[in-house]
């Protein structure tokens, strides 16, 4: 089997490490550019960023939340996929069900990071969040069913 091939086959780890990657990615993008630009420009020094303090831009604390989501669920993908494919399932939904995963992530952050908290912004966000729960109930579904 080709490279295209093989891949085809991992959806679901591919997946899992575009959840990884969007971790990071949104950690580096937002909360480390906003940091080391404070620190750079001498603006504030590298101790005073608190994990029990809410400081900083509005944008910078949503931001910080929505890094915290990701880290929050990550591991919940993790064990769904690792068990996926310990117990051998496989399949079209499956994969639809990943990648609807992967990208209601990555439009909730993007909510969260990019917009006021309305009550319609907030929906939002909560729909994108619904669609990741249940897809993942539906892929433990699926994993014990099968």
Do not use: K
């Not at 310990?86 to 079209?92: D, K, L, T, Y």
């Amino acid at each position: 089997m080709n490279a295209a091939g093989r891949l085809l086959h991992m959806v679901p780890e591919l997946m899992l490490l575009g959840f990884a990657t969007w971790t990071l990615a949104l950690l580096v993008g937002t909360i480390g550019i906003y940091r080391w630009g404070r620190i750079l420009t001498r603006r504030q020094r590298i101790g005073d960023f608190r994990a029990d303090a809410r400081e900083g831009a509005a944008w910078y604390q949503r931001a910080t939340r929505a890094h915290a989501n990701c880290i929050e669920n990550l591991p919940v993908f993790v064990v769904i996929v690792f068990v996926l494919r310990a117990a051998g399932v496989v399949g079209p939904e499956i994969d639809a069900l990943c990648m609807v995963v992967l990208v209601a992530r990555i439009c909730q952050s993007m909510v969260h990071v990019a917009f006021v908290q309305t009550d319609r912004i907030v929906s939002i966000r909560f729909s994108c969040y619904s669609l990741q729960a249940v897809s993942f109930f539906a892929l433990i579904v699926l994993a014990v069913m099968r």
